[in-house]
């Protein structure tokens, strides 16, 4: 596509429940990342696909978040018993050598 | 681990003024660096980028600068706009790293009228 698409654009969940956030990237991008953006601070890095190498899954918070990649296409962002403290917009970005393009993010809100 | 920080969160200049906006990165080995702006409700947009073996890069309206010795970044827009107000955030990559980008918190600029 023209643009990196996320899906959905927002997100309202009870605590405790199971979510699932979606990340199309640009066709031909290699590389495939996840971010966090809390309210009025950066972005904190989450995960990172590169092909078919094994992800960085340095950034991951907890065990309750996991991500999954096919190939060069899309992604999934489960966060598994969410809690308050999840809330945030959550960022995609791919990109093929440099110059990331980003999403515009799914807003989690956990009630 | 290595940070990048901003020195102001907030900024307010008046239209058609230049705006100037720093950042300070720690990690020595950081060898490309990248601002982006982002507006409200919406992802970081790319707006200039520059490698660590230069020290100014042009771009349209805006000029990044980039001080090794003392590990400091600047964006400098001229003749700002009102659809200049954004969050800019400046990020960083190490050469040890795989493309991995570190962003600082970011900066509000306001334009004013």
């Known amino acids: 596509g023209a643009g990196v698409s996320q899906s959905p654009s927002n997100k309202v969940t009870e605590k405790g429940k199971d979510v699932e956030l979606r990340c199309d990237p640009i066709?031909?991008?290699?590389?495939l990342y996840w971010y966090r953006q809390r309210l009025g601070q950066g972005l904190e890095f989450l995960i990172y696909?590169?092909?078919?190498?094994?992800?960085?899954k340095s950034g991951l918070p907890s065990d309750r978040f996991s991500a999954e990649r096919t190939g060069e296409s899309v992604s999934t962002l489960t966060i598994q018993r969410t809690q308050q403290e999840d809330s945030a917009v959550y960022l995609c970005a791919s990109s093929l050598i440099y110059g990331y393009t980003f999403g515009s993010g799914t807003r989690l809100t956990v009630v | 681990g290595e940070s990048v920080g901003l020195h102001l969160p907030t900024l307010s200049v008046q239209e058609g003024d230049n705006s100037i906006i720093n950042c300070a990165y720690s990690?020595?080995?950081?060898?490309?660096f990248i601002w982006y702006k982002q507006e409200s409700g919406k992802g970081p947009q790319f707006i200039i980028d520059i490698r660590s073996n230069m020290d100014k890069r042009q771009g349209q309206r805006v000029t990044v600068l980039l001080n090794k010795t003392v590990k400091h970044l600047s964006l400098q827009i001229a003749a700002t706009q009102p659809g200049d107000s954004a969050v800019y955030f400046c990020?960083?990559?190490?050469?040890?790293?795989?493309?991995?980008?570190?962003f600082g918190s970011g900066t509000q600029l306001t334009v004013l009228p």
């Open positions: 990020a960083e990559k190490s050469s040890g790293s795989a493309r991995q980008l570190t």
């Open positions: 066709s031909g991008h290699t590389a």
């Open positions: 696909f590169q092909g078919n190498s094994a992800p960085d």
């Open positions: 990690n020595s080995a950081s060898d490309y």
